[in-house]
């Protein structure tokens, strides 16, 4: 059977996903990492691509890439090609130092991108490495951390909380502290050509055929009365409005709405907003 298709077009991201031959350490001392990193940053000389995520493991890595006119197989090959070479050189060996081809999953939507960028952070947390993502320096959290422009495209994701760069650190933290929601991160985020592809497969399928309106429509549809949504409109934080809120970031969700487009139709965070889908889950 032939190798599917890659999903590849002009202006898309993707979640890069490399491992070593046999699962071998390709990563095994700092040098390794360091040079790993000046590879991507050789790549992207002339800007072009945003790296907007990685996170570095002993014998494998992961990337969040953001094409623009050159295409994601040709940055590809100059990265792991590149590395490669210099490896083997530094370890006196002639051995392959990646295993097949490297995989991408298209991120169609970008209500994805920010647990995306949290699961891949996650990485040497899940491992057992560490305790605290933030205590690992392998990966990019430490530029959205510190809000560090060099070399990571840091910008889209911390808009994404706010415009304003000091309420979206704070946000982009207290987001990447929060509880992974997918029952199954490793499958959603690995498996399959597009991430969400099955998750929107399955609520169109539900369909209750209300997939065109407006977040004061979703709104209004599940509050109680009309006292209710304007106070939620307003963004009051009286506790009786929490059952409302929840219903209302779950319709939305489900239409395809970002947690930023939710939490600014009510003056809340995207951050808030998905506290309360989590909140959903957990009931």
């Not at 949290?118 to 392998?138: E, Q, S, T």
């Not at 599940?222 to 209710?228: C, P, R």
């Not at 939490?263 to 957990?282: F, P, Q, R, T, Y």
């Amino acid at each position: 059977m032939g190798r599917k298709p890659r999903v590849e077009f002009q202006g898309a991201t993707y979640h890069v996903i490399k491992r070593g031959n046999n699962r071998d350490y390709i990563f095994q001392t700092r040098q390794d990492k360091e040079d790993f990193l000046e590879c991507l940053e050789t790549a992207n000389e002339e800007d072009v691509f945003n790296l907007l995520g990685y996170v570095i493991m002993d014998n494998h890595y992961h990337l969040i890439i953001e094409t623009k006119e050159v295409p994601l197989n040709k940055i590809m090959q100059k990265i792991n090609n590149t590395y490669s070479k210099n490896y083997n050189k530094r370890h006196n060996r002639r051995d392959h130092v990646f295993g097949g081809r490297y995989k991408s999953i298209l991120v169609n939507d970008d209500k994805y991108l920010l647990s995306l960028l949290r699961y891949i952070h996650a990485n040497p947390v899940r491992a057992k490495i560490l305790h605290n993502m933030a205590d690992y320096g392998w990966s990019s959290d430490q530029f959205y951390r510190n809000n560090i422009k060099k070399q990571v495209h840091i910008d889209k994701i911390l808009k994404m909380f706010s415009e304003n760069r000091i309420v979206a650190l704070v946000e982009y933290k207290n987001f990447m502290e929060q509880q992974e929601d997918k029952i199954k991160p490793k499958d959603f985020y690995e498996a399959g050509a597009v991430i969400g592809e099955e998750e929107e497969k399955s609520n169109n399928h539900l369909g209750s055929g209300q997939y065109n309106e407006s977040l004061d429509e979703i709104l209004r549809r599940v509050v109680t009365n009309e006292e209710a949504f304007q106070l939620i409109k307003s963004g009051s934080r009286q506790r009786c409005l929490s059952a409302d809120k929840i219903s209302y970031v779950k319709a939305a969700v489900e239409q395809g709405y970002t947690f930023k487009e939710i939490g600014k139709n009510i003056a809340i965070s995207a951050v808030a907003a998905n506290k309360m889908l989590l909140k959903h889950l957990d009931a």
